[in-house]
């Protein structure tokens, strides 16, 4: 008998990705090291080891029920460079989602269709948990409400490995949207685990004192301290109307004067700090497009590493990752 696609006992996610906390020192830098094999190599090592017969027969269905530029692109970037099929479509406005369809049941259907591989972005919540727990694919988290967003965590773990060496006690300063951010909440978490010191800048900060994270009430400060600093875009979405037209209103040009990422705010930095933001930045408001042009600016060489690492993801994923070892 074929085996479910939709589990009917306990569930095998060894190779899924969810959290950031479902891989242990080890295997984020197994991770990172193949990341970094596929990109030396150009990719040819797959061929080398033998894999291409075997991956283009591999099917990834890519489920984005949120926008996404860097992310959903780089997934289809991995996948094609290492010759999977992908599938997937317009969810937002052209999936059954627009007909009134719970985007968890539309989950449970994705995996009957029986992929390989299931890489899901969702605005997250206990319902789309639950229908996780229950696909039987391997899923590979692409970011879920403001919780979680592993694998950003683990490109811009090896962007800092790439320019830094060894990241243990490397300081960095997290700055802007830091309650409503998916990216704080998984790199937090990644960059404690391996030695840094992390810090954060923004509004409603209060409860972070808590978690071992530094709260710098001036981006001056945080920038002067910093080897590393990493803005974040305002998460508009996350608020409720209300909130919104609150934040656009009133509180907009406080954001701006105090927390845009700017050469102004960046004095401090050293020559040899970095600055990085995940992306979309909004010009103007959470990031100055004058830094792009700023040596110590990384922001597209976060997104080239992100094909790397969900190269990567998607080896492990299928099962293959060993046999690159
Ligand atoms: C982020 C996301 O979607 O969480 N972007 C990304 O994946 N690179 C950040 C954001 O949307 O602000």
């Known amino acids: 008998m074929m085996s479910s696609p939709v589990r009917t006992s306990a569930p095998d996610s060894s190779h899924s990705l969810i959290r950031i906390s479902d891989l242990s020192d080890i295997q984020v830098k197994s991770l990172l090291e193949l990341a970094l094999k596929l990109e030396q190599s150009k990719w040819s090592v797959v061929a080398q080891s033998g894999l291409s017969e075997k991956l283009s027969r591999k099917v990834m269905v890519e489920a984005f029920f949120e926008p996404s530029t860097r992310t959903r692109l780089s997934f289809q970037m991995a996948a094609q460079r290492l010759g999977i099929k992908v599938v997937g479509c317009d969810f937002e406005n052209a999936s059954s989602l627009v007909k009134g369809e719970a985007e968890s ?56 490995t790439k320019y830094k060496g060894e990241v243990s006690g490397l300081k960095i300063l997290i700055v802007g949207d830091v309650p409503h951010s998916r990216v704080a909440a998984s790199n937090i978490q990644i960059f404690q685990r391996f030695g840094m010191k992390v810090a954060v800048c923004g509004p409603d900060l209060d409860n972070y004192n808590s978690k071992g994270v530094e709260v710098f009430n001036s981006l001056n400060d945080g920038a002067a301290w910093a080897e590393v600093v990493m803005g974040l875009r305002i998460q508009l979405e996350r608020l409720d109307p209300k909130e919104k037209d609150e934040f656009l209103v009133t509180k907009r040009a406080n954001y701006i004067k105090n927390y845009r990422l700017d050469p102004s705010h960046l004095k401090g930095l050293s020559p040899n700090g970095l600055i990085m933001h995940p992306g979309p930045f909004v010009p103007g408001v959470d990031f100055d497009s004058e830094l792009l042009s700023d040596k110590r600016c990384v922001v597209h060489e976060q997104v080239s590493n992100g094909v790397f690492i969900r190269g990567a993801l998607l080896l492990r994923a299928l099962g293959l990752q060993k046999e690159l070892a």
């Open 105 to 160: 049941d539309t989950l449970l259907n994705l995996a009957a269709l029986n992929p390989d591989v299931l890489v899901v972005r969702s605005k997250g919540g206990e319902d789309i948990l639950t229908a996780l727990g229950k696909i039987a694919v391997p899923i590979l988290n692409a970011g879920f409400g403001s919780v979680e967003h592993p694998t950003q965590a683990l490109l811009d773990l090896l962007t800092l």
